[in-house]
């Protein structure tokens, strides 16, 4: 007799599973749980097979036999439904391993990390992908067109981020060619959308370039009231002219303290070759005093609440803005444009000597090797001179000595 509605949620538990058939291949099992499952059973091939409806009380009486009667008619059509779910969920599993975003995972975990590229280049990465998840990251990668990937970059020109924008469409582009390469696509969709895009406007990070500005913010460091470890951070940046990113990642184990020299590591660095750093008297007092703070071991500066990070990108920023000078005034970065600047109108040093302070590329190769060993003194008594000049603004003087250029 086909079943009822009463009688199924009567059904009551036993100790074994038991069947209670309705029709037409439809039966119900019965857990000791108390969970109830729809199951139909058919033959492929003179093979007995089941297959699963679902559970009830979701899957109700009416519901379990028009989904019978369904599988029952793609069998009489020479379906295996069994086989058919099977190759569905593999199909599935495929393409969840496919999605622009598992296919940009795996690129930065294994192409990125990989080759060993810079902890800053690998947040920015992630960043990237971070943007495009919202409109492309569920999507199978060979799905994408260039239509839907245009979408996300000029939302982002919209809101007037034209570098992210341009910076988006090249790691995209490195994922597409990933994908390509490990048979996951066939195209780069964003290989038409260059002239697509609004041409990012110029950056220039904010430096101070006047002599008695300069002293003002030495000054108005040393009177600043922190954490110790951002303290030393803005007292140090001044002195030394690495990026903030390479500054913020520098370990102890870079620094040799006697030796004066802090060696930072290619994977660190933006140009991706190893860049050596003479430290002057002033910053080797600086480093002693960070060794005390930070432990000496680990990032050289930790994050505020551990030591397992190194500290926020934003904390030098903010600290200049607490303390007055805002974001069209001075920069992080750009200590790194008021010491070239203040360096090359001194007329003191070989242009050169503070381009490989700056750790800029060199585009002959030949030429680059010839210069960081020739100018490595030249650099070390530039360190020295450039400690002692900021020491003499820190001290109120309105312009540079009169004997700077001796």
Not at 12 to 26: F, I, Q, S, V
Not at 289 to 304: N, R, T
Not at 325 to 338: C, I, L, N, Q, V
Request: with cysteine.
């Amino acid at each position: 007799m086909p079943l009822i509605a009463p009688q199924i949620r009567a059904f009551a538990p036993a100790a074994t599973p038991y069947k209670k058939t309705d029709e037409r291949g439809l039966y119900l099992e019965v857990f000791p749980n108390g969970s109830k499952l729809w199951r139909l059973k058919y033959y492929v091939a003179a093979k007995e097979k089941r297959i699963a409806l679902g559970a009830w009380p979701e899957v109700t009486l009416q519901k379990a036999r028009h989904a019978r009667d369904e599988l029952r008619l793609r069998i009489a059509n020479g379906e295996d439904p069994s086989l058919t779910r099977k190759r569905d969920k593999a199909t599935a599993k495929i393409s969840a391993a496919n999605t622009f975003e598992s296919v940009a995972r795996e690129y930065i975990e294994e192409k990125m990390v990989g080759e060993g590229r810079a902890e800053g280049t690998l947040l920015k990465a992630r960043w990237f992908l971070d943007l495009l998840k919202p409109a492309i990251g569920s999507m199978p990668i060979s799905d994408v067109d260039p239509q839907m990937m245009l979408a996300p970059l000029k939302k982002l020109e919209a809101r007037g981020n034209r570098e992210a924008a341009k910076k988006c469409r090249s790691f995209a582009s490195r994922v597409f060619r990933y994908g390509a390469a490990t048979g996951r696509c066939t195209i780069d969709p964003t290989a038409i959308l260059k002239g697509a895009l609004l041409t990012p406007q110029a950056r220039h990070y904010a430096a101070i370039l006047e002599p008695d500005k300069l002293g003002e913010l030495l000054r108005a460091i040393d009177s600043f009231q922190c954490y110790p470890i951002t303290k030393l951070a803005l007292k140090i940046a001044p002195h030394i002219f690495v990026r903030p990113g390479e500054m913020r990642h520098g370990d102890w184990d870079e620094i040799d303290l006697e030796k004066a020299i802090w060696t930072i590591p290619a994977g660190k660095m933006k140009a991706r070759r190893t860049h050596a750093v003479p430290l002057s008297r002033q910053v080797i007092e600086l480093f002693k005093d960070l060794k005390d703070v930070s432990g000496g071991k680990g990032y050289m500066f930790p994050a505020f609440h551990t030591r397992l990070r190194p500290m926020s990108e934003n904390t030098i920023n903010a600290a200049f803005r607490r303390m007055g000078f805002s974001k069209d005034e001075m920069t992080a970065h750009g200590f790194r444009s008021t010491a070239s600047s203040f360096l090359n109108e001194c007329g003191k040093w070989h242009p050169d000597a503070i381009e490989r302070a700056l750790a800029h590329g060199d585009s002959n190769a030949i030429r680059g090797i010839y210069n960081r060993g020739n100018y490595w003194d030249e650099r070390v008594r530039m360190a020295q001179w450039w400690s002692d000049y900021l020491d003499h603004l820190r001290g109120g003087a309105a312009t540079a000595p009169e004997n700077w250029q001796d």
